[in-house]
T-cell receptor, first 116, second 113 residues
Framework: DTAVSQTPKYLVTQMGNDKSIKCEQN?????MYWYKQDSKKFLKIMFS???????INETVPNRFSPKSPDKAHLNLHINSLELGDSAVYFC???????????????FGPGTRLTVL | DQQVKQNSPSLSVQEGRISILNCDYT??????FLWYKKYPAEGPTFLIS?????DKNEDGRFTVFLNKSAKHLSLHIVPSQPGDSAVYFC????????????FGQGTRLTINP
């Protein structure tokens, strides 16, 4: 039974389109994250939500808007897609915010976004 | 400015030998460090961690060493097995507060039979 799932796994779209990536976790965790792995393979955090509340918002263009309808879901909506948005996007979750030890992050399988 | 660096993009080791993966960081405020393992087409999976109050943490075949003065950590795998072939990411974070992991760029480990 998948702990952190993402849909779709692959997404190919044209520049200028709007697209969404969905993430769900069945671990009962309170905190969820979005990371981006760029062409140089660096994984960088974009957003984090704790119990549907935004707690981390890195320097990300406002074309990216996360939405957390409940604590088990964190979706990522991207407006006006650009070539540079092509990357692998990973969702993650952890048990609680505020303590690191014992609350390691569990990652989804990733969504490979290709913007043409 | 990359705060966590893994300077070896790849490493090849004979099965049964020791694998040593290295990681350097620049931000002295980091006090919690993790290693993640990643197979192709999968997300990273947590392997082992260490807090800054320790200099060593061991879990089975995996040991992480932390040298705070050098801002350096390493992951030792012994003995190395073919299933250990993967990309290994070093990450740094904070013991308290919002859990923002800062990752290195990864090292691809290949274990040769």
């Amino acid at each position: 039974d998948t702990a952190v799932s993402q849909t779709p796994k692959y997404l190919v779209t044209q520049m200028g389109n709007d697209k969404s990536i969905k993430c769900e976790q069945n671990l009962g965790h309170d905190t969820m994250y979005w990371y981006k792995q760029d062409s140089k393979k660096f994984l960088k955090i974009m957003f984090s939500y704790n119990n549907k509340e935004l707690i981390i918002n890195e320097t990300v263009p406002n074309r990216f808007s996360p939405k957390s309808p409940d604590k088990a879901h964190l979706n990522l909506h991207i407006n006006s897609l650009e070539l540079g948005d092509s990357a692998v996007y990973f969702c993650a979750s952890s048990q609680a915010n505020g303590r690191a030890i014992g609350n390691e992050q569990f990652f989804g399988p990733g969504t490979r976004l290709t913007v043409l | 400015d990359q705060q966590v660096k893994q300077n070896s993009p790849s490493l090849s080791v004979q099965e049964g030998r020791i694998s040593i993966l290295n990681c350097d960081y620049t931000n002295s405020m980091f006090d919690y460090f993790l290693w993640y393992k990643k197979y192709p087409a999968e997300g990273p999976t947590f392997l082992i961690s260490i807090s800054s109050i320790k200099d060593k943490n061991e879990d089975g075949r995996f040991t992480v060493f932390l040298n705070k003065s050098a801002k350096h950590l390493s992951l030792h795998i012994v003995p190395s097995q073919p299933g250990d072939s993967a990309v290994y990411f070093c990450a740094a974070s904070y013991l308290q507060g919002a859990q923002k992991l800062v990752f290195g760029q990864g090292t691809r480990l290949t274990i040769n039979p």
